[in-house]
């Protein structure tokens, strides 16, 4: 028999988008699947749409119960639940193609401790979808190089299960961008990280979500998420074998990518303050980072060009 797959799903007040999610996973080509539905104190519907799929397959799906507590807590909470021998998570806003996780266990036989695919991104306004590429498309000394420079979701991966159960891998709870500071030393430990060149799971980009909140102050929470990572690869006695890497990641998401989202925010000048502060202290010579050189030109211009005389020049351009 084929080694069973846990697929983690938390689920929060999602009825809209539920449905379609349960029925990409029950429509799985994969036949060894078990799928934690978790209920994070929905006060919706989702429970009642959730327990009618465990009716319908009891053999694959199960709905674990507990107190709000966010998307972490709820991870964490099935984690303990989790028979597979590889486990992977699926945002209940989201969904993936029929065959989806038959392709990642195709990889993940091959002896790999993470898989990561590519992934969709979709507009409920009807905008073009496009497509990110899960694994950073440029040639890298090793392959955890190649991983530390692309993305960091959680659930565009399929994980050997006992980074999970016995090396005790959780995500952090209360914070956002909790993905980051797992993500990150699951790579580092892993030596044999394979590629799903497919984009067969798809990311909803809808008003509400936490990824088009721009107005919160939980947008600061990336700079302690940053500092854990630091501490982790002092810890783990890699930080400086992986500097330039976590330069760059810090570039990444307090300069480009995520500077382009604090500029949509009204703290724009205090989020941009904390993060000069940031690369001042720990990366004061970020500019000459050998990374820089793979981003297009406009994000280089952009990197060159951003500070705080240009900053409401580039508030009005990114809105």
């Known amino acids: 028999m084929k080694p069973e797959i846990t697929v983690i799903v938390p689920v929060y007040n999602v009825e809209r988008y539920l449905d379609q999610c349960l029925d ?33 397959r009891p053999d694959r799906f199960c709905l674990l119960q507990k107190p709000n507590g966010g998307l972490s807590d709820a991870r964490n909470f099935a984690i303990p639940y989790a028979t597979g021998e590889w486990i ?8 993936a193609d029929p065959d989806y ?11 790999m401790d993470v898989v990561v695919s590519d ?5 409920e306004d ?24 692309s993305p960091m979701f959680a ?29 990150m030393p699951i790579f580092a430990l892993s030596s044999h990280i394979g590629y799903q060149k497919e984009a067969l799971i798809h990311y909803r980009q809808r008003p509400g979500s936490i990824m088009s909140e721009t107005a919160s102050q939980r947008l600061k929470e990336i700079f302690p998420v940053m500092r854990q990572v630091r501490d982790q690869f002092h810890q783990m006695g890699i930080e400086q074998k992986y500097a330039q890497e976590l330069e760059y990641l810090h570039i990444e998401h307090l300069r480009l990518y995520g500077m382009f989202r604090f500029l949509r925010s009204p703290l724009s000048r205090e989020l941009y303050a904390m993060s000069q502060q940031v690369m001042r202290e720990h ?15 406009k994000n280089r211009v952009f990197l060159r060009t951003m500070n705080a005389a240009t900053l409401p020049l580039y508030r009005r351009l990114i809105r």
């Open 155 to 183: 659930w565009n991966k399929l994980y050997r299960a006992s980074l999970f159960t016995e090396q005790g891998f959780r995500y952090p709870t209360g914070t956002w961008y909790e993905d980051i500071p797992v993500t």
């Open 126 to 149: 009807g905008r073009q979808p496009w497509r990110m590429q899960g694994l950073n498309p440029h040639a890298f000394s090793s392959v955890q190089r190649q991983a530390f420079l």
């Open 119 to 123: 992934i969709e991104y979709f507009y």
């Open 101 to 111: 996780y038959e392709k990642m266990a195709e990889q993940m036989a091959k002896g």
């Open 283 to 297: 990366y004061p010579h970020w500019h000459r980072n050998p990374y820089l050189r793979q981003l297009s030109w």
């Open 24 to 56: 990409s996973l029950q429509r799985q080509t994969y036949p060894n699947l078990q799928v934690l539905i978790v209920n994070d104190g929905s006060t919706d519907r989702s429970p009642q749409i959730a327990w009618q799929r465990v009716q319908q």
């Open 88 to 95: 992977g998570f699926l945002d209940s806003d989201d969904y």
